[in-house]
């Protein structure tokens, strides 16, 4: 109990600190009502801490608040970042940064502010005249000489979230030391250092001419233009899902040559409120109902999306039985990797210095492709920024051909340096006509890689633990599994466990332990079994959640057999959730 009451205390001190005339009046407005309300768990969650940068950047539910989305908490980030920037670029004539911001309500707001933060702060600035997708902004950064940038977007959480992120001069989110670096300088920051008068002489509106720019380094990415032209009628439905990717992710696909594109009208709407979904998640089968149900009425031979700021891509294609069926993440990966490597090898383009990037949780099958091709892999932690930091530290010595991670993210280029749905979707129509040249639909590709590389099943499952209460009880789960890993898993005993924590790699079955070769630590648990299980446990850095993420593999004899052999998997991965409790 004196624990709670010295929680509720410090909360309440810091509550009152945004009573101040610093604030606008609608602000204390709100703050006072939490201040004043009997159960106080809303005004607990909104001040216990202060937002921080995960492996998204800054991302939480829009409202009053230090634990929160508003123009303060974006503001004391903007201005941290300046600081910071201002330090790092000391040297320069000047330092420039790009912005950019998706759908979402109040992301205008936010960006808009964010520049004037900056511009306050003698920093020029790019914006864009509208919304745009996060790899264009990337791009952008790279191509226009920027030190930093920002995008105002919270990808595919739902509707209440908006979210901050933060890039470096290389075009990729913050990696150490610089995220940690800018934390220190906004955790300095207090709501009267916060200058947002700006200077709209440093303030600089893009739009079409960077588009053009951008569209034109997209189609580099094609591999098979001649293919393109053969098939320029495939049957293509597409779906920003209210979100940004509506003008960009066309463009990128008819500048391919694609001429056949079907759009979902409902969801062409940019709405910060996605009025179609729960979740603008394209990994979500409710997400992607209404471009499968278009898919159905055109015979469509693939089904493509993206979430919110057009970095996640979602595929769905006819199974053998002819019904849509979305393809998870890690196949999507899969598919991409499978095309790029097969081509290249059949064109001789592969000089012995290209390498592939997957994150640690992502499928061992885009290992196994790298292996038997004689290409470098590197595993990485979740988060696009370790692959393009990967991409930086190889760069000019070493050519990256591509890199991807379960949760719907690829990136077939390095002028982009984050996940690249615009490139991505029309890579992705171009494998279609790939296959549809082999006489094959792109499920029937996807199950020929299983039937030469082996096959793998792989399922997600987070546990969500709102607030203070909810951090602490899903830290417990980790120290448990730290401290009690399980011995058996799905029949098969317990062989490695990785502790990315410790950077300790240990076999239970001789005690043999080896450093695990990553530059930081993460609170990350993989557990391997003999039988080739994988199962990593993380918690979320931008939301509160604890992940779990289970890969199964088995033989895949032809393709006839694949439904019985993913059911035996799924029963499998079943099995062993329960046996964790979940």
Not at 255 to 279: C, H, L, R
Not at 371 to 398: C, H, M, P, Q, S
């Amino acid at each position: 109990m004196t624990a709670n009451n010295d929680l509720l205390n410090t909360v309440k001190a810091k509550a009152a600190e945004w009573l101040s005339e610093v604030f606008d009046a609608e602000t204390r407005a709100e703050v006072q009502r939490l201040l004043d309300n009997e159960d106080s768990s809303e005004l607990i969650d909104s001040f216990y801490k202060d937002l921080e940068f995960g492996t998204g950047g800054l991302r939480g539910v829009m409202g009053v608040g230090t634990n929160r989305m508003n123009i303060y908490t974006v503001g004391a980030a903007t201005q941290g970042l300046s600081n910071y920037l201002k330090k790092e670029f000391a040297a320069l004539p000047s330092i420039k940064v790009a912005i950019a911001y998706d759908c979402r309500n109040n992301s205008r707001l936010y960006s808009e502010t964010s520049a004037q933060i900056f511009s306050a702060n003698g920093i020029e600035v790019l914006i864009f005249d509208d919304l745009r997708p996060t790899p264009e902004m990337s791009y952008v950064i790279r191509e226009y000489g920027c030190q930093s940038g920002i995008i105002l977007t919270a990808s595919h959480n739902p509707k209440k979230y908006n979210g901050y992120k933060a890039y470096w001069d290389d075009g990729s989110q913050l990696v150490a030391p610089h995220d940690e670096n800018v934390i220190i300088e906004v955790q300095k920051v207090k709501a009267e250092d916060i200058k947002f008068k700006g200077n709209n002489e440093l303030i600089t509106i893009i739009g079409e001419e960077v588009d053009a720019k951008f569209i034109e380094k997209v189609k580099t990415v094609s591999i098979a233009p001649d293919l393109v032209k053969k098939y320029a009628d495939l049957k293509i439905v597409y779906t920003p899902i209210h979100g940004t990717g509506v003008k960009m992710i066309p463009r990128a696909i008819r500048a391919f040559g694609f001429t056949n594109i079907f759009n979902v009208p409902e969801q062409d709407v940019v709405s910060g409120d996605f009025p179609t979904v729960i979740s603008p998640n394209p990994e979500e089968p409710a997400a992607m109902k209404m471009a499968i149900q278009k898919a159905m009425e055109v015979n469509a031979d693939v089904v493509l999306a993206s979430d919110p700021d057009a970095d996640r891509i979602g595929v769905a294609v006819k199974n053998l039985k002819g019904e849509y069926v979305i393809i998870n993440g890690n196949q999507t990966a899969l598919l991409f990797i499978y095309y790029i490597v097969t081509n290249m090898k059949k064109n001789n383009l592969l000089k012995g210095n290209e390498f592939i990037v997957k994150t640690i949780v992502t499928t061992e099958k885009i290992a196994e492709i790298a292996r038997r091709n004689g290409i470098e892999y590197l595993d990485v932690y979740t988060g696009f920024k370790f692959i393009a930091e990967i991409i930086r530290e190889l760069e000019g010595e070493k050519k990256y051909i591509g890199g991807g991670e379960e949760s719907f993210g690829f990136m077939p280029a390095d002028f982009v340096r984050d996940k690249d749905a615009v490139s991505s979707c029309a890579l992705m129509a171009e494998i279609t006509a790939w296959a549809k040249d082999q006489g094959k639909s792109l499920y029937e590709l996807l199950l020929d890689i299983y039937l030469e590389y082996g096959y793998s099943r792989e399922k997600m499952k987070y546990v969500v633990r709102e607030g203070k209460s909810g951090a602490d009880e899903i830290e417990q789960m980790m120290v448990t599994f730290r401290n009690n890993p399980p011995r058996i898993l799905g029949g098969s005993n317990l062989k490695f466990v990785k502790d990315y924590d410790t950077l300790i790699e240990k076999n239970l079955l001789t005690g043999e332990e080896k450093k695990i070769d990553q530059k930081i630590t993460m609170n990350v648990l993989q557990f391997f079994t003999e039988d080739g299980t994988k199962i990593s446990v993380r918690p979320s850095g931008t939301e509160p959640k604890i992940k779990f993420y289970f890969e199964v593999t088995s033989e895949l004899k032809n393709r006839a057999d694949f439904d019985a052999v993913e059911k035996l998997a799924d029963e499998k991965i079943d099995n062993i959730m329960k046996e964790l409790d979940l």
